[in-house]
DNA sequence: CCCGATCCATGAGCCGTACTCATACCCCGA
DNA sequence: TCGGGGTATGAGTACGGCTCATGGATCGGG
């Protein structure tokens, strides 16, 4: 005798649940997949109905998930991930049992420093050793959640982050792939550059320069708030101000600007990358952790 | 415009493969679900024309997992269990948001001696904590591919198994609890235990004995093959031989035997867990490492 | 050698379900 | 009170998956 209620929920449906946790309500839900509001809600009602739990509160103006949808929610996306390495390995094996080359889609956050001077050189790599690869990568703020938030929420695969201890991925893989020093840059030749006013940027107000700051004799007098490190560079070259940069947002600066060391107790942030568990060990992830190690131990 | 070609495989068509995998044959599949060989063929044929690769060998009598298939199945196992603990969990998260109860299934694989001597403690304090989980035990001999491999295929959620470099459990989550030593075990009050033959048993053919065997200036005159730890001790007891044995095997052994160390260069060997990475940040596997851990540091 | 057994494949038809369209409802702000 | 965001729901349609029935291959035994 069968069960009476078919209780697994199909792909589609794991769709449309991510479909409207991300577009912030049934229709507009709807419309990025391409259906109709009325599916939308039946098949969210039907999910509900199947788990057994309202998923969705319902609002004026959209649907925002009770906590068993985000639990429900990320899941899905886990699953639906899961599903496609399942095609893409099983497709993949057809050729070759042993030696088969990693291929399809692989999704990168990244903050933006690294986005621009770490990972360029990364994938070329990664290009020349698995051309089936296709790497996409979206620049993502270090704010909030940050590029790790992107992987716990499944919509990337890695994530290179900065790994200050007050994010907490639980349930994340997070490796450190170097330290980076921060380093004070000013416009070149400036002769009191402790006088101008500090630059910073949203991203900066970590942990990392705080307990520095503290350490210091002097204060900046004013403080100017840029977009992100490369206004920030910019404002700076155009000798508008001084700032307390980490390397990577350095690579590559103009003449325009001089940075020294700020010595032995100067503050530091440690750069890795952050992953799910069960994609920790698919092929193509296992690729770009590869290159990404090789890449940065010759940093 | 929709994708041409849906290329996701539903819950039951993931059933259906394993279930055919399992069956060893459409027929025999389809009487195992409930369901006519006609659907499980026409079902078969649409998730290999989804995936793009030949599945099954169908042959003389049966139906046979290719390369691709192998993989599709195993796959195919971890989805439907991680859709289980999507269910399970979003179900659970509807009463309170922090304090959630884990419950609903858990399939352990542990090598006979653990699931005898190790699990019961472990066990008992999961159930004290957590009275929701419904834990499975299964025996599986540590030959071949052992335990892990039980977890590599989706048959069981956490495997308690014996962690020497030769099972290379790729893409799975491994962890050490505790490591063990072997020592002479022989009939109590024997006076020259080491001229009895050494009685062993087919999963200790492993490779923590045989180097401590070659260190040796003494080999055994002959040699008995029991079928597991049990048997061994049982034969130990009554007089018939000697043997070296983990100490897992030698917990509550009866009076009869005599155990004696083996000396600093006794062989050892390492006990650990292994689950599936998209498993291990689930609440019911979380819970029962927990009390993996508490109970072997106190060993 | 043919016969039956035992597999899988396939054609025809039924039925549930997932969609769309259209409409009803609900709540808020102007 | 009405209009304009949202979601829910009724009616009708299309497609996919199921069963039944049959066909085709392959093997072992009288």
Redesign the interface.
Do not use: F, Y
């Given at each position: 005798?069968?069960r009476t209620t078919d209780?697994?929920?199909?792909?589609?449906e794991l769709r449309i649940l991510v479909a409207v946790a991300d577009a912030g309500g049934f229709s507009a839900g709807a419309v990025t997949l391409?259906l109709t509001q009325s599916a939308v809600s039946r098949s969210v009602r039907g999910s509900e109905r199947?788990?057994?739990?309202?998923?969705f509160e319902r609002g004026r103006n959209g649907a925002r998930p009770t906590?068993?949808?985000e639990?429900?929610v990320a899941?899905?996306r886990?699953?639906?991930r899961?599903?496609d390495?399942?095609?893409a390995?099983?497709?993949g094996?057809?050729r070759s049992?042993a030696a088969r080359e990693p291929e399809g889609p692989l999704r990168i956050a990244a903050f933006r420093s690294s986005a621009l001077h770490l990972l360029p050189a990364v994938l070329q790599r990664l290009r020349e050793r698995h051309p089936g690869i296709e790497p996409q990568v979206r620049i993502v703020r270090e704010l909030g959640r940050g590029t790790a938030g992107e992987v716990a929420d499944g919509r990337a695969d890695l994530a290179i982050a900065t790994l200050d201890g007050a994010r907490l991925p639980?349930?994340l893989?997070v490796h450190g792939l170097f330290e980076e020093s921060y380093s004070l840059v000013y416009p070149a030749g400036h002769p009191a550059p402790r006088a101008l006013p500090l630059v910073d940027w949203a991203e900066n107000c970590g942990s990392y320069t705080r307990a520095w700051w503290g350490a210091q004799d002097w204060i900046p007098g004013a403080t100017i708030e840029a977009e992100d490190d490369g206004a920030v560079l910019t404002l700076v070259g155009g000798g508008h101000g001084m700032a307390i940069m980490p390397a990577l947002s350095l690579v590559g600066a103009p003449d325009s600007v001089e940075i020294t060391d700020l010595g032995p107790k100067r503050p530091t942030r440690r750069v890795g990358y952050v992953t799910?568990?069960?994609?920790?060990?698919?092929a193509v992830v296992r690729a770009l952790v590869r290159e990404l190690r090789a890449t940065s131990s010759a940093v």
């Open positions: 005798m069968a209780t697994d929920l199909a792909p589609h391409g199947k788990i057994g739990a309202v998923l906590a068993a949808g639990q429900a899941h899905a886990r699953v639906l899961l599903l390495v399942l095609v390995e099983a497709r094996s057809v049992d639980a349930g893989v799910t568990p069960e994609l920790a060990g698919s």
